[in-house]
């Protein structure tokens, strides 16, 4: 628990508090006619530590006074005053020390969770006194708290009435890992995005001030979410239009996720991060405020202007320049202040939340993913997402398959081409591990660049690079690219720039849910008029596709595949690929009946259907279309005039690839004779999250479902039940 000494030491008060002029601030009912109509804020900064060895020197993180030993032994831990909590109501009358041990009772719960689940562990780990102090001093749902990103809302999701549900999180019929609306009324906004809650944050606070409110916002953004440009665009938009907005940037220093490579931890990416960290150590900046406070104790009662210009004066010259920025961004800057000190974060909440008009601020806390877990605090990625683990050594429960995932396929094969030309560049949005790219940076650490989550730059930088020759993929998430989309039709298409997009997480994703679902790229990417769109039916084709892409130089190209395990085809050697003919499919089994014509790794379900079929006596043919643009026009003839019943099959949204076939189809006269064409696509809504098994079921695209709808067009229906629908 921090002593009063410890907070006086961790904070310097701004010598206008302290003199009475900041009446705003700690004396809201003080000088009330005095007020100007522009705020004057000038409040509370945290002091670097005195004895930091130099302006970059790294701050160091404690809880906040004396070590608690927390307990994880497996058990359900003791947990006395979580016990009491139902509501966030029952929080307002607790006091500092019962907070702080709610704060650690949280963490023991959420590992003792999360072990038994998987999940996002160390984000939440970070904010457990954030959360705690937040739901203390503001009153949700009336108040608003917006997590962004949203897989950091485990504590809150305990504290607002879901812990007893917290062991179904993230599975079938359970919990959803982000914020999400319709769960609960303390979610105020989803976000399984990142760098949307500053922007949603503003739109409540315009709202609120349009319908006579008082109630306050407050949007939690980590440094990683601060990297996009939306965050900007917002934090723009706030100085502008100037309603009460309060900003909580969670400073950990992991603005790329996970933040490690097969080498160890890497450091945080761009000049944000080293804004950041000058702001946690600048000792120049500390001392020359403390000079302000002795020259403004005697200039007399007329000096609020002026001090608070010299204020804004001395944080931009001496090291300040992070809280520069956000302040000629038209926000109050307040901190570092550390945010795993309970007291001084209610502190510092309770001072803005009493004043009457503090317009747009902004509170920089400094935390540390996985704290209080010391297998989260020293591991290279900090344990970011886990699956099933041991609590006492944090050993993960990870069962070694026959195979790798489709990422790591991608990932081998890249470095295989990269290996070959050395014009290959790859390029990422703060995901190196997610996407795989951490394989092929610790190969090529010079041809590899993480971005920070900032797809949009992505995408243009890509673009750029392909200009002056290099072979850029970039490799995002299909629900990713969704956010540099104008990007990929304006700066990559439209002046057919050979930038090969590597879309990992196509289709139905389990747990992460309708927010990661990689549902739409197909439809969206197979529009454009100069992009190669593919899609592999197993890892060595997908392996094929990264050499066919790399080959393609005079248009962009792109890729899609699934999260999960490849099938265990026979991989070319040394993963290096055998570039394909664009535009043409190939046929996998031949029948007579019936032709199953699959995009993708559903054509590995075709295949399962056949079988069920072959059984009952209908011979199906199985067709790989390997390209949803160009089509394969040929193959698709023969299926059409070769065959009865004409199926197509994606797992993607309407409008993708079938639709493509479809067009084509008519404008060439092939729907005009007794031919039953039909497209198996996922369901026009979203998917919620669980397991891809059940996601599958759920879509109507499992084999059985496949049979079912063969049975049906060629008059079999009683046959259905022989195959267990």
């Not at 099938?567 to 032709?595: D, F, H, M, W, Y």
Request: net charge neutral; charged share 20%; aromatic share 6%.
């Amino acid at each position: 628990m921090a002593s009063s000494s410890a907070l006086k030491g961790m904070f310097m008060i701004s010598p206008l508090a302290k003199e009475g002029y900041a009446s705003s601030l700690l004396n809201p009912s003080a000088n009330a006619a005095a007020q100007p109509s522009k705020r004057k804020f000038t409040g509370i900064v945290a002091v670097a530590k005195e004895n930091a060895a130099n302006e970059t020197a790294q701050i160091k993180r404690v809880i906040g006074g004396p070590s608690t030993v927390l307990r994880y032994t497996g058990e359900k831990p003791v947990t006395p005053i979580l016990d009491t909590i139902n509501e966030p109501i029952h929080m307002t009358s607790l006091g500092v020390e019962e907070l702080e041990r709610l704060a650690d009772e949280l963490r023991e719960e959420i590992v003792y969770t999360v072990s038994k689940t998987g999940g996002h562990l160390s984000s939440n780990l970070g904010v457990a006194e954030l959360t705690v102090s937040l739901h203390h001093v503001f009153n949700t749902p009336e108040d608003k708290i917006i997590w962004d990103v949203g897989h950091q809302s485990y504590p809150h999701k305990i504290l607002t009435g879901r812990r007893s549900k917290m062991g179904t999180i993230r599975q079938t019929g359970g919990l959803a890992g982000f914020p999400k609306r319709d769960e609960s009324k303390h979610d105020a906004f989803g976000a399984g995005h990142s760098s949307t809650s500053i922007s949603a944050g503003l739109g409540m606070a315009v709202g609120r001030d349009l319908l006579g409110k008082d109630n306050h916002v407050i949007a939690v953004i980590g440094d990683g979410a601060m990297t996009a440009g939306q965050a900007y665009e917002a934090m723009n938009n706030a100085g502008c239009v100037e309603s009460n907005l309060i900003i909580v940037l969670n400073d950990n220093r992991q603005v790329s996720l996970p933040t490690a490579n097969l080498d160890g931890p890497c450091p945080p990416v761009g000049a944000l991060s080293r804004s950041l960290t000058r702001l946690q150590t600048s000792r120049k900046f500390r001392q020359l405020r403390e000079v302000v406070k002795g020259v403004t104790k005697n200039l007399g009662e007329q000096t609020h202007e002026v001090a608070a210009k010299m204020d804004s004066y001395m944080r931009g010259m001496m090291g300040g320049q992070g809280a520069s920025m956000f302040e000629e961004l038209g926000l109050y800057y307040v901190g570092p202040v550390d945010g795993h000190n309970v007291e001084d974060l209610v502190y510092v909440f309770n001072k803005i939340k009493s004043m009457p008009n503090p317009g747009p601020v902004l509170v920089h806390i400094v935390t540390e993913k996985g704290k209080g877990y010391p297998p989260a605090e020293i591991a290279d990625d900090k344990m970011h997402g886990v699956v099933k683990f041991d609590t006492q050594s944090g050993k993960q429960l990870k069962t070694k398959g026959k195979t790798v995932s489709y990422t790591q396929y991608f990932a081998d094969a890249l470095v295989a081409e990269a290996e070959r030309d050395d014009k290959i560049v790859a390029i990422h949005a703060a995901m190196g591990g997610g996407t795989g790219l951490n394989t092929f940076e610790n190969k090529f650490p010079k041809r590899c660049f993480d971005v920070g989550i900032a797809e949009q730059h992505a995408v243009t930088f890509a673009a750029g690079l392909a200009t002056e020759g290099l072979k850029p993929f970039c490799a995002i998430y299909s629900s990713f690219l969704q956010r540099g989309y104008d990007q990929v039709v304006h700066d990559v298409d439209l002046q057919k720039l050979p930038v090969r997009f590597a879309l990992d997480r196509a289709g139905l994703v389990g747990a992460d849910g309708p927010t990661h679902c990689g549902a739409f790229d197909t439809t969206f990417m197979a529009c454009l008029p100069n992009m190669v769109v593919m899609a592999p039916s197993d890892e060595s084709e997908l392996m094929h596709m990264v050499a066919t892409a790399a080959a393609i130089d005079d248009r962009p190209s792109c890729f899609r595949y699934p999260r999960g395990n490849g099938i265990g085809s026979l991989l070319p050697p040394n993963n290096k690929g055998t570039p394909l003919e664009v535009g043409r499919g190939r046929i996998l089994k031949q029948g007579s009946r019936v032709a199953l014509l699959g995009y993708g790794t559903i054509v590995q379900s075709c295949l399962a259907a056949s079988e069920l079929l072959k059984e009952l006596g209908i011979s199906v043919t199985v067709a790989d279309a390997r390209f949803c643009k160009p089509l394969d026009g040929r193959l698709i003839r023969q299926l059409a005039k070769e065959h009865e019943v004409l199926i197509t099959l994606e797992e993607g949204s309407v409008g993708g690839f079938s639709s493509h076939v479809a067009h084509y189809m008519a404008l060439n006269g092939l729907l005009d004779g007794n031919l039953k064409w039909r497209a198996m696509t996922l369901p026009d809504r979203y998917i919620e999250h669980g397991d891809q098994t059940y996601q599958i079921e759920e879509a109507g695209l499992a084999p059985k479902h496949i049979a079912a709808q063969v049975l049906s067009l060629t008059g079999n229906k009683e046959s259905v039940h022989l195959i267990n629908v």
